[in-house]
């Protein structure tokens, strides 16, 4: 309980590290920092006006507590071009992001394990000789360029999936969950998932091919194959179980990188999440937005990677979170 | 004839000749040491390997731009929308790409191996702060963090480098600390310790040559990744606009519905040139692997 506390007061630190270097970065800029929070279009009473709301005419250090306070109250602000609150647009934008990730990194992982554990044993042969190299080129491609690849040839030659977007424009839903489980959603998923899927597959089945070499030399498999155990229930019972451990930490660790990571993914298929916020709001200069953005993406990965050791030492109770690496 | 014959043959000396063996064994690392030749000639001979200026507006007849011409004798690749010569831009790519990976990986082994050193070597509260820094760093996303630099500053490669310097050095220096962590308790550092050397002299003489390949390891996949930053910012249009790089023409092939047209021709080639330069750090780095940590291979 007491590694619990320490870790999280960690994850805190760390948090609070980011939105303070945040606040920094989009404040101590060159340029004025007003310009960079108020659009031309605005009046120069709405401009005060805003300026006061926002707390930018005061000094940086007062500037400074206002902003931690409203970090902490949930409140992101106004986005310039579109006039409604940043938390609003992020929460609208996360449960696609969300459902791109957990979507893809379950394919990854349920193929990774799988192939892994498999090439494992076929080691020495023709097909790890394939394989291997295999995983290490989708490893080594630029994410979008798979995209693109699958988009002309599944989307533009053949025509069977949808080229862009999380629906059919101009569909209507009764509430978000109908909307994230009607077919037309799931229609318009399979490409950007399989895609990210395909950019990470590579990590588990690399992990657990390695680990379950390893595992297979320990002693107790040597001992359960003594027993006279059958080959199923040494690979499942045995090795597998202890080869799943730094998978699961994989994991986890890949929810948090790729909430930040799909960025291009999602501009390339059009997906309306986090990330393609993130890039437009950067891109049309509207400054609470990416700040706001950027927060949350961060927070997702600071606390992924809390739940990620949390994981391997409650996985695992020879490691200890507290001590250090 | 006193010629090379008559003298006797002098072994190579033991390094050199670890690392011709080395080499022999392992198909992967030549595989990646021969990719990085082939782009590096590339990269050099540019000017002469290209069959046109990568920048120039290609006409055909009068006033008529050359655009989206299929692969031809003349255009090996094809041209673009904007009528320039897809091959041209394709091997002038190779010189940004290797520009960005090779100054973004020095940065991150020079910063990495620095930090790590101290860190592991000092303790106290040296090895704190940075391993406070380097916690909040791995707090940050990777590729949003910076598209976020390049938007507020300017925009181009240096911005590019150093952002990705910046991100990846504390992967590289937790290593090394650990490392050093169990170096520094060895005799002969300790020996050094009682004859008298100062602090720097066995930091940099005596620890410094024994964490250098797990640096150039760190290195070599440190050039992917930059690359592949470079590839992805100048997709997303936060790249130097002036330079010709793979992203950028990937970007161009992109925004010019070169995928609805199916122009295979430019988008195809940019991409695996970008994976081949990738896999190569992939490679090498998995070949050095065996060298560093011989008890995982067998």
């Given at each position: 309980?007491?590694?619990?506390?320490?870790?999280?007061?960690?994850?805190?630190?760390?948090?609070?590290?980011?939105?303070?270097?945040?606040?920094?970065?989009?404040?101590?800029?060159?340029?004025?920092?007003?310009?960079?929070f108020?659009?031309?279009?605005?009046?120069?009473?709405?401009?005060?006006?805003?300026?006061?709301?926002?707390?930018?005419?005061?000094?940086?250090?007062?500037?400074?507590?206002?902003?931690?306070?409203?970090?902490?109250r949930?409140?992101?602000?106004?986005?310039?071009?579109?006039?409604?609150?940043?938390?609003?647009?992020?929460?609208?934008?996360?449960?696609?992001?969300?459902?791109?990730?957990v979507?893809?990194?379950?394919?990854?992982?349920?193929?990774?394990?799988?192939?892994?554990?498999?090439?494992?044993?076929?080691?020495?042969?023709?097909?790890?000789?394939?394989?291997?190299?295999?995983?290490?080129?989708?490893?080594?491609?630029?994410?979008?360029?798979?995209?693109?690849?699958?988009?002309?040839?599944?989307?533009?030659?053949?025509?069977i999936?949808p080229?862009?977007?999380?629906?059919?424009?101009?569909?209507?839903?009764?509430?978000?969950?109908?909307?994230?489980?009607?077919?037309?959603?799931?229609?318009?998923?399979?490409?950007?998932?399989?895609?990210?899927?395909?950019?990470?597959?590579?990590?588990?089945?690399?992990?657990?091919?390695?680990?379950?070499?390893?595992?297979l030399?320990?002693?107790?498999?040597?001992?359960?194959?003594m027993?006279?155990?059958?080959?199923?229930?040494?690979?499942?019972?045995?090795?597998?179980?202890?080869?799943?451990?730094?998978?699961?930490?994989?994991f986890?660790?890949?929810?948090?990188?790729?909430?930040?990571?799909?960025?291009?993914?999602?501009?390339?298929?059009?997906?309306?999440?986090?990330?393609?916020?993130?890039?437009?709001a950067?891109?049309?200069?509207?400054?609470?937005?990416?700040?706001?953005?950027?927060?949350?993406?961060?927070?997702?990965?600071?606390?992924?990677?809390?739940?990620?050791?949390?994981?391997?030492?409650?996985?695992?109770?020879?490691?200890?979170?507290?001590?250090?690496? | 004839?006193?010629?090379?014959?008559?003298?006797?043959?002098?072994?190579?000396?033991?390094?050199?000749?670890?690392?011709?063996?080395?080499?022999?064994?392992?198909?992967?690392?030549?595989a990646?040491?021969?990719?990085?030749?082939?782009?590096?000639?590339?990269?050099i001979?540019?000017?002469?390997?290209?069959t046109?200026?990568?920048?120039?507006?290609?006409?055909?007849?009068?006033?008529?731009?050359?655009?989206?011409?299929?692969?031809?004798?003349?255009?090996?690749?094809?041209?673009?929308?904007?009528?320039?010569?897809?091959?041209?831009?394709?091997?002038?790519?190779?010189?940004?790409?290797?520009?960005?990976?090779?100054?973004?990986?020095?940065?991150?082994?020079?910063?990495?191996?620095?930090?790590?050193?101290?860190?592991?070597?000092?303790?106290?509260?040296?090895?704190?702060?940075?391993?406070?820094?380097?916690?909040?760093?791995?707090?940050?996303?990777?590729?949003?963090?910076?598209?976020?630099?390049?938007?507020?500053?300017?925009?181009?490669?240096?911005?590019?480098?150093?952002?990705?310097?910046?991100?990846?050095?504390?992967?590289?220096?937790?290593?090394?600390?650990?490392?050093?962590?169990?170096?520094?308790?060895?005799?002969w550092?300790?020996?050094?310790?009682?004859?008298?050397?100062?602090?720097?002299?066995?930091?940099?003489?005596?620890?410094?040559?024994?964490?250098?390949?797990?640096?150039?390891?760190?290195?070599?996949?440190?050039?992917?990744?930059a690359?592949?930053?470079?590839?992805?910012?100048?997709?997303?249009?936060?790249?130097?606009?002036?330079?010709?790089?793979?992203?950028?023409?990937?970007?161009?092939?992109?925004?010019?519905?070169?995928?609805?047209?199916?122009?295979?021709?430019?988008?195809?080639?940019?991409?695996?040139?970008?994976?081949?330069?990738?896999?190569?750090?992939?490679?090498?780095?998995?070949?050095?692997?065996?060298?560093?940590?011989?008890?995982?291979?067998?």
């Amino acid at each position: 309980m007491k590694r619990f506390g320490a870790r999280v007061a960690h994850a805190a630190f760390v948090l609070w590290a980011v939105a303070t270097l945040t606040f920094l970065l989009f404040r101590l800029m060159p340029g004025d920092p007003t310009l960079n929070f108020l659009s031309d279009s605005f009046s120069e009473e709405m401009r005060a006006d805003l300026l006061q709301s926002f707390g930018l005419d005061k000094p940086l250090p007062e500037q400074y507590l206002i902003y931690l306070g409203s970090l902490l109250r949930g409140d992101l602000g106004v986005s310039f071009l579109q006039k409604r609150p940043v938390l609003d647009i992020l929460l609208a934008a996360l449960p696609n992001t969300a459902a791109l990730t957990v979507t893809a990194l379950v394919i990854a992982y349920a193929f990774g394990i799988v192939a892994g554990a498999f090439l494992a044993f076929a080691r020495g042969t023709v097909t790890e000789g394939i394989a291997i190299p295999a995983a290490l080129i989708t490893r080594a491609a630029p994410e979008f360029w798979l995209g693109m690849l699958l988009l002309s040839w599944l989307s533009f030659a053949w025509g069977i999936f949808p080229s862009g977007g999380a629906n059919v424009a101009g569909s209507e839903f009764a509430s978000e969950w109908a909307r994230m489980t009607s077919a037309d959603f799931l229609w318009h998923l399979i490409l950007p998932a399989l895609t990210l899927a395909l950019y990470l597959q590579g990590l588990p089945l690399l992990l657990m091919r390695a680990t379950m070499l390893e595992v297979l030399n320990d002693e107790f498999i040597v001992m359960a194959r003594m027993k006279g155990l059958s080959r199923w229930a040494i690979v499942m019972r045995h090795a597998a179980r202890n080869a799943l451990l730094p998978v699961a930490t994989a994991f986890a660790l890949g929810l948090g990188s790729s909430f930040g990571g799909n960025v291009v993914i999602e501009t390339v298929f059009s997906w309306p999440g986090l990330g393609r916020v993130l890039v437009s709001a950067v891109q049309g200069a509207d400054y609470p937005l990416a700040q706001g953005a950027f927060i949350m993406i961060s927070a997702v990965l600071v606390v992924m990677n809390m739940v990620a050791d949390l994981l391997y030492a409650w996985l695992d109770p020879r490691v200890s979170v507290g001590a250090r690496r | 004839m006193p010629g090379a014959s008559a003298v006797p043959r002098r072994p190579l000396p033991g390094a050199l000749r670890a690392s011709f063996g080395f080499l022999r064994s392992q198909p992967f690392a030549i595989a990646g040491l021969a990719i990085y030749l082939l782009f590096i000639v590339m990269a050099i001979f540019a000017d002469q390997i290209a069959t046109h200026d990568p920048r120039e507006i290609l006409f055909r007849g009068a006033y008529r731009v050359a655009r989206y011409l299929p692969p031809s004798a003349t255009h090996y690749l094809g041209t673009t929308a904007g009528g320039r010569d897809v091959f041209s831009q394709l091997v002038h790519g190779s010189r940004s790409a290797l520009q960005v990976g090779v100054t973004a990986a020095f940065f991150v082994v020079v910063i990495g191996t620095l930090l790590g050193l101290l860190s592991g070597y000092l303790g106290g509260w040296v090895d704190k702060v940075i391993m406070r820094i380097s916690d909040i760093i791995l707090g940050l996303p990777f590729l949003p963090f910076v598209l976020v630099i390049s938007a507020l500053t300017r925009p181009g490669t240096t911005t590019l480098v150093a952002s990705v310097a910046l991100m990846l050095w504390p992967n590289t220096a937790r290593v090394i600390r650990s490392q050093v962590l169990s170096l520094r308790e060895r005799g002969w550092v300790e020996a050094a310790r009682v004859t008298g050397c100062s602090t720097p002299r066995i930091i940099f003489v005596h620890i410094a040559p024994q964490v250098a390949p797990l640096a150039a390891l760190y290195g070599s996949i440190a050039v992917g990744w930059a690359i592949l930053t470079e590839a992805s910012a100048s997709f997303l249009g936060f790249g130097d606009p002036a330079a010709i790089s793979w992203g950028l023409m990937l970007q161009d092939a992109f925004a010019n519905q070169a995928l609805s047209r199916g122009v295979w021709s430019w988008f195809v080639p940019p991409g695996l040139c970008i994976v081949l330069l990738v896999l190569a750090g992939f490679l090498v780095s998995r070949g050095s692997e065996k060298l560093l940590f011989p008890k995982l291979g067998d």
